[in-house]
């Protein structure tokens, strides 16, 4: 085929013109043939990454700081300085080494991640239908579509069966567009092409089968994505992480300006005043920030790893730091989720085995031979020991003619069978959501509401069973279900996870707001609810909820119901949806294909390693224990890896931010340069190194229990809080090398250079906590280690022999003591102050910043259309 067909080609013609353009059939494919189109049309991917050594090093290159950094190497060598040179080539060789080995760490963990989660869809290949990887797909494959699923390439529906799709990525509508076969008009809008399914879309209701007639960048997604950047969208992290660097550079470009300006007038050498301008520029600039960022990203996706938490993108692991809303099923999280029978009873409340072989007529397994089925509810009867008499099913002899599988709109399940009697007789019988059979039930028995009530009063799970006379009946059509007699209830235990009460705990400590939508009955909900002592705002069913037209009121109710029960798929995407909306981020946990819209919807999508294919594919995060307690640990390490970064960022904007404005007064009142060009670089490679040690340190409690993310405003007035500070003290140490110690331009520079190294990294000790340091909140032994060391290093270079080389001479024991006395006051002046800092409500972080758009939207789909190939 020279070119794939367009949308509007397809759309306006049938589906046997579209086989025969794409060269196939209502059967598919051969293995031999799609083998062979995928050789000559490539993967149905709309874009490849690939992890090369080259590509990340040039990306570490790319980096405005880092220029900056080579620009005045450079330039130092021209103008003769070449210690200055040296000590610049250190810092580019460190952050570069550092940046390239995490970020090639990370991308080689992302592509580790990324194998073992596999996205497949159902193609029919060689006459029978299959699981085949998506990015396996080829124009004329025949596909199978279920609930839940992202469309994997552009299809032409063949047939349809309640087949809705949600196309708001594509289309903007919030509301999901029903299908069908028949072909539209030509000239007919993508929104109304009904008889075509669109890759990236998502399955909202009923299946279908469609033939591939577009895949790649050749379908409708894959073009919006291709011509996207082809980086991913930012994070509100990675984007404060930007703003914060365009701070500090537009300070240093600020300082550099005035320093050089002050230096050219007071007639110093214009070559120094050059250098020393560009090496407060530098100073100023969070030369390491990236490998820090990158470091902590890369211990915390293996310590996830180790809290059995995978992550199928780093990012996630800033979104997991950022929830504050789970919204979360019941089965197997809230519970057990080992379902097993408890009694089949009568309307009245009393046993009656009736009850139960009706129950088991109407389940998948065949009547005749009994065995397991693929539902929980349905394999629990056919393991209770009642359902067999003399090792035989109680069902057997029967014969069943038609099945009608149980959705989520209907909530039931009927069959046609025929049972021996007397005379054969042939029933209808129905199972399913005991308010949905009951209403199509005549005759009601009377007791029969308080019976059901009282069994949801006990928490168990109930199921009721109907049926009625249905001769001639050979197929079962929703039509059907009515005019039925109700026969009784099976009741179903499944038991409140006991660990669950110490993992709800744990979230509500982390400040996560946790909402049960479960297609169980409210009332149940609420008593497991109860149980585990998770307390509930109220609750609402899906009826209630459909019955809300105005998206403000439904907004309200979201925000004030904690157990959505009965709920449809497209109703929990619409919670997820609506919680967003109002600014809170989402997370959303879930493990069957009816969870799989959802999943898509959420901030962070979270499945479990036993779940569905449909909901793997579906989310971010796979656990592989279906434990609350383990995604709290993730959030916790999200929020962990946040706050470590932080501290850094903090450290740039208090002593870096201070050290360089207290350099850039100096020069215009000293009559020599404050600190030699290299000797600030050296402070700061110095200071820089230690700060490496800041991914290791330990986060107390109260930063773990709040959602983590960016303020800029938050970071800019802790700068010009605590920079002063730094400042004061640099002056004070000014008035002791001039006025007491009678210091030259060697000895002032050495005195500043050990009392500016100790202050600014002795400071990270008390902005890591906003709790009294060592005494309450202790640092991590490498914290420690580092910033002993950094200082060690520094003040032994000033007794080195390299001193002389680099402009540093020895200070009297005087000097040393009276260092000791300043960084002890100035310490404490910064825990005085960052009490009252901290005590103002202004000076809390900000309301989350809301940059998630349809370009996020977009890659956030284009990951499960994504080729990676290894280095």
């Not at 025969?20 to 043939?33: I, K, P, W």
């Not at 991917?45 to 620009?71: F, P, W």
């Not at 497991?528 to 037209?549: E, F, M, N």
């Amino acid at each position: 085929m020279a070119q794939p067909l367009t949308f509007a080609e397809a759309a306006s013609a049938s589906v046997d013109d579209v086989l025969a353009t794409v060269e196939s059939s209502h059967d598919g494919l051969t293995s031999t043939e799609a083998a062979a189109r995928l050789q000559r049309d490539g993967p149905n991917a709309v874009r490849t990454e690939r992890v090369r050594a080259i590509v990340i090093l040039a990306h570490q290159l790319n980096n405005a700081v880092l220029i900056l950094l080579a620009g005045t190497a450079v330039a130092s060598v021209f103008l003769g300085d070449r210690t200055q040179a040296a000590i610049i080539g250190i810092i580019l060789l460190v952050s570069i080494s550092l940046g390239f080995v995490n970020e090639y760490r990370a991308q080689r963990a992302t592509e580790a991640m990324h194998s073992r989660v596999r996205h497949t869809t159902v193609v029919q290949r060689d006459g029978q239908f299959t699981p085949v990887d998506v990015g396996d797909l080829v124009t004329g494959d025949v596909i199978r579509l279920t609930l839940g699923e992202a469309v994997p390439a552009d299809l032409r529906l063949i047939s349809v069966d309640g087949l809705s799709c949600n196309e708001g990525l594509l289309t903007g509508e919030s509301v999901s567009a029903d299908k069908q076969v028949d072909p539209v008009p030509e000239g007919t809008a993508m929104a109304d092409a009904t008889d075509l399914a669109f890759m990236g879309t998502i399955v909202t209701a009923g299946s279908g089968v469609g033939v591939v007639y577009a895949t790649g960048a050749s379908a409708e997604f894959g073009r919006i994505a291709a011509s996207l950047d082809t980086r991913a969208p930012e994070t509100p992290f990675q984007l404060g992480l930007r703003k914060f660097s365009y701070l500090l550079l537009w300070v240093a470009v600020v300082l550099t300006i005035f320093i050089l300006l002050t230096n050219l007038l007071m007639r110093r050498p214009v070559i120094d005043s050059l250098l020393f301008a560009l090496a407060i520029a530098v100073g100023i600039t969070p030369q390491l920030l990236p490998a820090v960022v990158s470091s902590s990203l890369a211990n915390g996706s293996a310590q996830l790893a180790k809290r059995k938490v995978l992550v199928k993108r780093l990012v996630c692991i800033e979104d997991l730091g950022d929830v504050d809303v789970l919204v979360t099923d019941k089965t197997g999280t809230l519970t057990e989720g080992h379902i097993s029978f408890g009694a089949a009873v009568d309307p009245a409340g009393n046993p009656d085995p009736t009850v139960l072989r009706l129950g088991l007529l109407s389940t998948d397994v065949d009547p005749a031979t009994g065995g397991a089925s693929g539902n929980d509810m349905d394999d629990a009867l056919w393991q209770a020991p009642a359902a067999r008499a003399d090792g035989q099913p109680i069902t057997q002899g029967c014969t069943r003619i038609a099945l009608l599988a149980f959705d989520h709109t209907r909530r039931m399940t009927s069959t046609v069978v025929e049972v021996p009697g007397a005379q054969d007789q042939r029933l209808l019988v129905t199972k399913g959501a005991p308010e949905q059979v009951m209403v199509q039930c005549v005759d009601l028995p009377s007791g029969a509401q308080r019976t059901l009530d009282g069994l949801f009063e006990q928490g168990l799970r109930v199921v009721a069973v109907a049926s009625r006379p249905a001769p001639g009946l050979t197929a079962v059509h929703p039509d059907d279900e009515r005019a039925l007699h109700l026969a009784g209830f099976l009741c179903f235990a499944d038991n409140p996870k006991e660990a669950a009460r110490d993992s709800l705990r744990q979230l509500h400590d982390l400040q996560i707001e946790v909402k049960v939508a479960t297609g169980d009955n409210a009332q149940v909900a609420q008593k497991v609810c109860a149980d585990l002592g998770l307390v509930s705002k109220g609750a609402i069913t899906g009826s209630q909820i459909d019955a809300l037209h105005d998206d403000a009121a439904f907004d309200e109710m979201v925000a004030n119901t904690t157990v959505f029960a009965r709920v449809t798929p497209e109703q929990k995407a619409r919670i997820v949806r609506s919680a967003r909306g109002r600014g809170r981020s989402v997370a959303f946990l879930g493990d069957g294909v009816n969870d799989a819209p959802a999943l898509h919807a959420a901030d962070v999508g979270i499945s479990v390693d036993s779940a569905t294919d449909v909901a793997k594919d579906a989310a971010d995060v796979v656990l592989l224990d279906k434990d609350l307690g383990v995604l709290a640990d993730g959030v916790a390490q999200g929020r962990r890896i946040f706050a470590n970064t932080i501290k850094y960022v903090l450290m740039g904007t208090s002593s870096n931010f201070g050290n360089m404005f207290s350099a850039a007064a100096a020069s215009a009142f000293l009559t020599f340069l404050p600190m030699l060009p290299g000797q600030i670089l050296l402070n700061n490679l110095l200071y820089d190194s230690s700060q490496l040690a800041i991914p290791t340190d330990r986060v107390d409690a109260e930063q773990l229990r709040a959602p983590s993310h960016w303020d800029v405003g938050f970071i800019r007035r802790f700068m010009l809080t605590f920079g002063p500070i730094s400042s004061l003290f640099d002056f004070l140490t000014f008035a002791l090398m001039l006025t007491v110690l009678h210091a030259g331009p060697p000895e002032f520079r050495t005195g500043w250079f050990v009392e500016s190294l100790a202050t600014q990294t002795l400071i990270i000790f008390a902005i890591r906590t906003r709790r009294i340091p060592f005494l309450r909140s202790k640092p991590s032994l490498p914290l420690v280690f580092a910033t002993t060391a950094a200082i060690a290093v520094g003040v032994g270079i000033t007794l080195s022999p390299l001193a002389a080389e680099l402009g540093f001479t020895s200070l009297p024991l005087a000097f040393y003591l009276a260092l000791v006395g300043l960084t002890i006051a100035y310490l404490l002046l910064v825990e005085a102050t960052k009490k009252v800092f901290y005590d103002d409500p202004m000076h809390l972080a900000g309301p989350r910043p809301r940059i998630r758009g349809q370009a996020h939207r977009i890659d956030r789909r284009a990951a499960r259309f994504t080729q990676h190939a290894g280095s």
